[in-house]
């Protein structure tokens, strides 16, 4: 039956357009999460958007998940559509929930100690964007994210894991004064390097930061071998995943 539903969630997946094919999505997926055990875990999804993360950690045996998409702060339009079509499309049973707020707001009323992993898949820098901007130029937008990292962290169980992908202002072509060829549409100055997140991070308690540099997954393990580097990625899209745990 777990087999099936497996099968089943990245058929939807590709069919629903939310990726190409099947081998570049459990490409992906296995190397998000790669050393993160899912099984009977409580997951918080942040800026969770149509559901893809939130529904593959139910795949994988969560005991809950929230998605939580409020479809604003620099999310698309129509995420929570989305999101209710991929919930109708899979069974009842997937312990997925989708909350409409904001992660400051939804952390207000979040008991200490309750997940085991938390996801930011390309949000971090959208829990409140202008701070982002500012990060290392202004105090109060410093201690704004603190914040927010510190709230996270109480959330969070003993030895949990936090999960962060992004893109680093540290580019080859934002460096050159260039639009990127590779991703045209970042707005760098919008983002921060993984090491000033670590930092952050760090401040507000969390530790053993693992960094990797993520590939495009059409290339699989021969690009990731390539290129999945500091130098490689700085020439291209500067994808990085940030991991740290409680």
């Not at 999804?45 to 702060?73: I, R, T």
């Not at 992993?117 to 701070?131: F, G, K, P, R, T």
């Not at 410093?142 to 540290?170: E, G, H, Q, W």
Request: with cysteine; glycine share 6%; hydrophobic share 40%.
């Amino acid at each position: 039956m777990a087999q099936k539903i497996a099968t089943d969630f990245f058929d939807l997946a590709v069919r629903r357009k939310m990726y190409s094919g099947k081998s570049n999505l459990k490409f992906y997926l296995n190397n998000f999460f790669e050393n993160v055990d899912l099984s009977q875990k409580e997951v918080l999804d942040v800026g969770g958007g149509k559901g893809l993360l939130s529904f593959y950690a139910a795949v994988k045996g969560a005991k809950n998940v929230v998605c939580l998409e409020p479809e604003k702060d620099g999310s698309r339009t129509g995420m929570i559509k989305g999101y209710n079509e991929l919930r109708n499309e899979l069974p009842e049973s997937l312990p997925v929930k989708l909350i409409a707020l904001r992660l400051q707001e939804f952390l207000q009323q979040t008991i200490p100690a309750t997940y085991d992993v938390v996801i930011m898949h390309n949000s971090i820098n959208h829990l409140d964007e202008d701070a982002c901007i500012h990060l290392l130029d202004n105090e109060d937008s410093y201690k704004r994210y603190l914040t927010v990292f510190k709230n996270v962290y109480r959330v969070m169980k003993k030895k949990a894991v936090l999960i962060a992908t992004d893109v680093s202002c540290n580019n080859f072509f934002n460096d050159i004064g260039m639009k990127n060829i590779f991703v045209p549409s970042i707005e760098w100055y919008k983002h921060q390097k993984p090491d000033t997140w670590i930092s952050l991070l760090k401040a507000a308690g969390f530790k053993n930061p693992i960094v990797k540099w993520l590939t495009p997954n059409r290339l699989g393990k021969p690009g990731r071998l390539l290129l999945g580097n500091y130098f490689m990625s700085y020439l291209t899209r500067s994808f990085f995943k940030v991991t740290m745990e409680k």
